[in-house]
DNA sequence: TCAAGGTAGATGCAAATGCATGTATCCTGA
DNA sequence: TCAGGATACATGCATTTGCATCTACCTTGA
């Protein structure tokens, strides 16, 4: 329940503390994203589009519902459905009806959609890693990654859409 | 240089260290941007357009210029002149020419904008507050908050646009 | 069993966005 | 000083997005 390397859990943060911790996180997400954004790689193919692919690529076993996919992607559900239908145009993924619920459709990757996933990814997580370069030692990074899975988590049980 | 209350530095992160930490730290904006875009309170002013009031009521000194803000905000500088343009008509913002650069425009709010800001702001600040609740003690988010500022800090200097 | 309500996804349409480019202004070096 | 290039912002236009709504399917309770 508490830090695993820490102490006891210091107090409820105020509503002020919180609200700089948001901002700070977004203005550093804001500042990664649109870097990364104007990697020529994306030129072709949107960062959400491969985001798409990333997700897909992580759960090999079937694909996965729209609306599972639109709990990881910053997009209304009708953006996702059209989003998802301009990379079934392209080949890179495919849509059938999910096995155990007909209103379901199930999106998989297809094998040029995997390889895409692969081509780009290797030049990004490069590209993330230079961006990143020198910022954090392995140790803030290490909790960095941690602090926010574990807010993430808690968000997403505590409060559902 | 180091972490106030830390050792030595520990190693250089790996590229998978940092792909991962940039996962993370991107899903946890997203979860929880997704719930605040919710918020009724953003039916007739949408979040971006109240991030624009926000950042601008941060900078009384008379306000900012496009590109200034633009680096704020996730949206290419042409969105941004209309978004702006919209806030215009809205009656929240001016917009007349910089003192120092006449290409340039100063944007400011006016006393309805920054009204507005501040009456979003009030719930918006609770409604983070609210979302975070429980997930991170206080010591976690002062931590969250000083490594993000530190990623965003480095990033912006070492890799400009 | 079936009516009423809920959920998954698609679609029409208006609004927002990004790319390419345009215009005006500023800067720099010969 | 001035030509060439850079910078700041605006605009035309095609694409993308979100809202409201639709259809199809599922679930529940009487």
New binding site residues.
Partial sequence: MNPPAGGAATPTPSVRETAEAWESLFRAQVAVMRRL??DPA??GL?I??YDVLFTLSGCPQGG???????EHV?????????????LERKGLVT?RA?P????????TLTEAGRETQRRIGRGHVREISRLFGGALDADELAELTRLTAKLREHVVETHPL
């Fill in positions: 954004q104007a994306f030129r949107g959400k589009e996965l519902r729209l609306n599972e996919l639109n910053l997009l209304a559900q009708s953006s996702l459905s059209r989003l998802v239908e301009r849509r999910a155990d619920d007909a209103r379901g459709i199930l999106i």
